[in-house]
Nanobody, 123 residues
Framework: QVQLVESGGGLVQAGGSLRLSCAASGRTFGYGMGWFRQAPGKERELVAAISWISNTYYTDSVKGRFTISRHIAKNTMYLQMNSLKPEDTAVYYC??????????????????WGQGTQVTVSS
């Protein structure tokens, strides 16, 4: 069983930065992981994904602004968010997939989810 706990969300002005953390308890060895977000009235969408060996994927809207990373020894994943925009406002969720070490792009491929952390970007 894996538990994921996000932290680092908050209120920031447009152009600012935040760093989200996702601390995992339990086995995540060999798992692909990802960050999703869900804005009010919208579907949950993939923001970034990372493989066990730290190959990465970003959705187009965050390329060049967000960086996903993971620290294996600390069992923690991060999302560094720079140049934030009001449209980045959402609840951000971390997720882990037990279905192999590669990056996973589909929400249904993830088995464990955190409780979410609110990110609000003011204009």
């Amino acid at each position: 069983q894996v538990q994921l706990v996000e932290s680092g969300g908050g209120l920031v002005q447009a152009g600012g930065s935040l760093r989200l953390s996702c601390a995992a308890s339990g086995r995540t060895f060999g798992y692909g992981m990802g960050w999703f977000r869900q804005a009010p009235g919208k579907e949950r969408e993939l923001v970034a994904a990372i493989s066990w060996i730290s190959n990465t994927y970003y959705t187009d809207s965050v390329k060049g602004r967000f960086t996903i990373s993971r620290h294996i020894a600390k069992n923690t994943m991060y999302l560094q968010m720079n140049s934030l925009k009001p449209e980045d406002t959402a609840v951000y969720y971390c997720a882990a997939s037990t279905r192999g070490p590669t990056m996973k792009m589909n929400l249904d491929d993830y088995d464990y989810w955190g409780q979410g952390t609110q990110v609000t970007v003011s204009s």
